[in-house]
């Protein structure tokens, strides 16, 4: 079975200060992550995935998470917060099964303080 | 820039009533899905579709309907709704390739059942 953890469901940082949000997986094979963003009151748009070609992989808006496996961790990063990268935070995974569909974490509401 | 459409974006309907939530997309995908989203809570899969006259349940029981008829068109159907589907419905469409392939995401129909 495959699942996916998002530690803190808010986080709050200061503009110009440095994002993290935490992603642990559980997967029983080799998994494909994925990090998507909700603006309020729109869908889920992609930030960026892991397809197993680079560990480190960049995403849209200065975003990108690294994956360790050692860790099960898929940890999104950004190294400058601005005010507009205040909204909700999920991270997904996929594997080979016949719908393909994505397991998501609760996410995380990320709040940028001025 | 994914072109997957949800109407209506809002509803609020009385208990009792037939109510039909549209999902329409216009790449080509193969692949749609349905996922119900609340407050606080992870994304959960209520059903799924390979191509025309297919559809499959998901891993969260719904009694909602689903039909494929067309390619780009997978309508969900609520046939008595109740105050428990309040929600918001998130429909995703993606290509029949490999898994990491991308879900995109339509804007979601937000439904509240009084």
């Known amino acids: 079975a495959q699942s996916v953890t998002q530690l803190g469901s808010h986080v709050s940082v200061s503009e110009g200060a440095l994002v993290l949000l935490r992603c642990n997986y559980s997967?029983?094979?080799?998994?494909?992550l994925f990090w998507y963003v909700q603006y309020p009151n729109q869908g889920l748009q992609l930030l960026l995935k892991?397809?197993?070609?680079?560990?480190l992989v960049k995403g849209i808006n200065g975003f990108e998470a690294e994956f360790k496996k050692s860790e099960t961790s898929f940890h999104l990063t950004k190294p400058s917060a601005h005010m507009s990268d205040a909204a909700e935070y999920f991270c997904?995974?996929?594997?080979?099964?016949?719908?393909?569909?994505?397991?998501f974490g609760t996410g995380t509401r990320l709040t940028v303080i001025p | 820039e994914a072109d997957i459409y949800q109407t209506p974006r809002y509803l609020v309907i009385g208990t009792g009533k037939k109510i039909t939530l549209e999902c329409s997309q216009t790449?080509?995908?193969?692949?749609m899905y349905w996922y119900q989203q609340d407050p606080g809570m992870e994304l959960h899969l209520i059903h799924y579709?390979?191509?025309?006259?297919?559809?499959e349940k998901g891993d969260l029981s719904s009694e909602s309907t689903v039909s494929r008829i067309r390619t780009e068109h997978f309508p969900l159907t609520l046939e008595s709704a109740r105050p428990s589907h309040t929600s918001q419905y998130l429909c995703?469409?993606?290509?029949?390739?490999?898994?990491?392939?991308?879900?995109?995401f339509g804007p979601g129909t937000r439904l509240l059942v009084l």
């Open positions: 995703a469409s993606r290509s029949m390739g490999l898994t990491q392939e991308t879900q995109y």
């Open positions: 997967s029983s094979v080799p998994p494909y």
């Open positions: 892991y397809t197993s070609a680079a560990t």
């Open positions: 997904a995974v996929s594997v080979e099964t016949g719908a393909n569909n994505l397991f």
């Open positions: 790449m080509g995908h193969d692949k």
């Open positions: 579709s390979y191509g025309v006259n297919s559809t």
